[in-house]
């Protein structure tokens, strides 16, 4: 067992992942003969979509409006942005040839849409009128990593990746966006369970063209930290390259400010690894493809054994015109109990056991997957219970996450004291920082793990401790993790 | 004015519809320095998404399952049927470089999946127990159009291409399956009031890789004939090159048998062209983005202005909540004379005029965007009213485009008076045929139009009749058009 995990998962973590990831069937990696891409499958792509509707609910409240680019970028335009590009080249896919021609010119295929968007932009936006703008789109995205790579956690195509893009007077404006997008982040990642710290980047390690980055990091069972959301203030960077005009209210003539924000398939990666158990996965109720599983235990007679499995149809028929998303089992080459081992794996949050016993009284037993815990209801009573039942389980499986991941974040003044930590329990700590680069770069290296950057609030009574690179009075705290 | 135009358009289809497009704000096109890659629009986006949902809902409730594969496949795999590529090896894009790095095997950007998949089936697949599967992905396919390319109609994205791939225990279990998909078509296309015909087409004309294609055409209103989906019997050509061997029940071991069928943004195309007119688009109730709209006629004194402006909010919410898409357009700087015009641009299904004079009266007038027709209606019954005539002005655009559609399509014995058709009207011409290629091809050329292909019925009485160009007996008859 790996020291760091923090979790009982009955094996390593990167082994389980991979585990749980083939064997409940969400996406099949490691076979399709490209490497870095793999299938969404039946299960994986419910999960998925619910996922995305989740984000989509809270952009379109919002005012943010739904658009598709095309997954092709030319080369000259995707080079404008000096520092965009010099953060990405590495990265590119180039598309060099159509039907037996070489193209005139290179196509990419998009790692992020900044850049094709703000050349049309150039053209869709002239007044202050029309902002604030705010468009998104959900679609896939290539970086050719050269790093080793794990399903939904590192991979060449990104196929989940919902990129948020908005345009504004000014700088005041842009920093209301970065707000609300950081609230429109929060607010998922609480819905899902998912614990996380947000951080602003350490200059070296912000989104390339940004003015500055903030960052969602949440802790994988073996410690390491993930990044799963980021917003970046773009300033006028974009806008000033692509010629982004616009009249402001004064009449006079601005390049327009930007931000984008994003979040891909590692919210999908983060659901799996912060709830799931040794049994497999474990759903938050909200997103489970399948909310509430049926398994008939049939017995006694054989007219017994039918109406059990009537009584199943029946039952989930009638959840399903409740509103609940529910499925039963009636394979009959299947035991109930390989049927139990096969639900719990695959995750979903409350199962209902059905026997003649359960007919005749006129009762079920339901089992919840976070708990084991067996609660008996009236069939009458069922709809209202199960979805009651629902929201206890999304709640217990936020709560049970935010503590452990609260318990791995630990504040320390001594270097030797955070190195022990990092490399014995991983987690994030939180050393003191005077403001200086190199003090942060230098203790990066003595930690042997990234910086992450700094909170966005004051630090209490940060200012009567000392960095402990250079013995200067500390501003803030920069928080250091093994990044995934 | 076209001669073919067949409905008053105003102006020339094809500049009416690139109008239409860019006015109704559906896909930016033409303008991304890409050729042939265009951006859906936040409008245009939900228009696509409700079509999706539709045939989406469809799918799913005949045992479809959504996945979501790859969208580069490799050049050893893409080649490996070999009709296939024949097929499409002049209108692949190839990836050649991740990085700074030549790839070792250059990657295709899909151009549809029967490859991609069929290799994964290999691995999937293994009993007839497994079947039938029906799998569906909707995603972006590239082709490199070498042919003038136009919005939604021949582009080299297709951003919105639904593909369904399904596996089987022998080929009757296939023909099965190509009647199911035919029946699925068919009531999406019916859903939409979208007219079509169904072919089987020529050897020449079938997809690369099947046995046999069957594909529904509908006419655009220049009397081309526009390709709407196709279905195809694979039989065991992917199957066996890519070895998907199943079990069958009687223990023997086979090559499964399979079918793949297709629908693309072409269909919105054909939404656009079929049921718009003079004034823009006229979309259906059932897919529109706003189904309603309540434009606010205010009048009389400062407070009764107000009170109208409250009151057509209170409206929208009130619609909306009983589950229709409502929207109200408050801007103060337009008139309502530019809202009714650019509303009905938009092709809003319903339009309801709110003054001072119907708030007083409780009832407010609804306009029909089909008909132009007013109808008076209390504001209590106002959402099931609304709804009720929804359904009226989908069965009536369906109506009208069957009507026009029917009158286009003429059967003719004599190649002078079918040419003199197709060159002056257009439409589809059917022609008694006696089955052999070469005078179907030699048909084609004289009347300068495609061979669509046979219907799938018997055709009554056709034996009496005799192939204009060899003179037997016809055994059905061919349809000819010009193919957009």
Not at 74 to 86: A, L
Not at 168 to 173: N, R, T
Not at 384 to 395: A, N, Q, R, T, Y
Request: net charge neutral.
């Amino acid at each position: 067992m790996e020291v760091y995990v923090y979790r009982d998962l009955g094996k390593p973590f990167n082994e389980w992942f991979d585990w749980v990831i083939r064997e409940a069937e969400l996406y099949d990696y490691g076979r399709y003969p490209a490497k870095g891409m793999g299938i969404w499958l039946p299960y994986g792509f419910k999960l998925r979509k619910n996922v995305i509707e989740l984000i989509r609910k809270l952009l379109d409240s919002t005012g943010h409006e739904e658009i598709l680019l095309p997954l092709l970028i030319p080369y000259n335009i995707i080079i404008k942005e000096s520092e965009h590009i010099r953060g990405f080249e590495g990265q590119l896919y180039w598309v060099t040839h159509g039907g037996y021609e070489q193209l005139d010119i290179k196509l990419a295929l998009r790692p992020t849409s900044e850049t094709s968007l703000s050349y049309m932009e150039a053209l869709w936006i002239k007044s202050y009128k029309q902002l604030p703008k705010k468009f998104y789109q959900v679609g896939s995205i290539f970086r050719y990593e050269t790093k080793a790579t794990r399903p939904l956690l590192r991979v060449r195509e990104v196929t989940t990746f919902k990129e948020a893009h908005t345009v504004h007077e000014d700088f005041k404006d842009c920093e209301r966006q970065v707000k609300e997008a950081m609230d429109i982040y929060s607010r998922f990642f609480n819905e899902l369970g998912v614990p996380y710290v947000v951080s602003k980047r350490p200059e070296w390690d912000k989104f390339a063209g940004a003015i500055y980055t903030i960052a969602f990091d949440t802790l994988l069972p073996d410690g390491k930290a993930l990044q799963i959301g980021t917003v970046h203030n773009l300033g006028q960077n974009f806008s000033r390259v692509f010629e982004v005009r616009i009249q402001r209210k004064d009449e006079s003539i601005d390049y327009a400010w930007q931000t984008s924000y994003g979040i891909s398939e590692r919210i999908i990666a983060s659901i799996v690894a912060v709830h799931g158990d040794s049994k497999g996965l474990v759903l938050p109720f909200k997103v489970a493809p399948i909310q509430v599983i049926i398994i008939p235990i049939p017995a006694g007679s054989d007219e017994e054994k039918k109406a059990v499995m009537e009584h199943a149809i029946k039952l989930k028929n009638d959840l399903i015109s409740r509103g609940l998303r529910a499925e039963t089992d009636l394979r009959e080459d299947v035991t109930p109990g390989e049927k139990f081992y096969i639900w719990e794996l695959k995750g979903v949050p409350l199962r209902i056991d059905l026997g003649p016993r359960e007919l005749r009284g006129g009762y079920v037993t339901v089992v919840r997957r976070d708990s084991g815990e067996k609660i008996e209801v009236k069939v009458s009573e069922l709809p209202e219970i199960l979805k009651k039942l629902g929201e206890e389980v999304d709640s217990e499986l936020s709560k049970r996450a935010w503590e452990a991941f609260r318990k791995k974040i630990r504040r320390v003044n001594d270097l030797n004291q955070a190195k022990d930590y990092l490399s014995k329990e991983r987690g994030i700590i939180e050393i003191p920082w005077c403001g200086r680069s190199e003090c942060a770069l230098k203790a990066s290296e003595i930690l042997e793990a990234d910086a992450l950057g700094t909170p966005l609030d004051e630090v209490p009574n940060v200012g009567n401790e000392h960095c402990p690179i250079c013995g200067e009075r500390a501003v803030t705290i920069m928080r250091y993790a093994k990044k995934y």
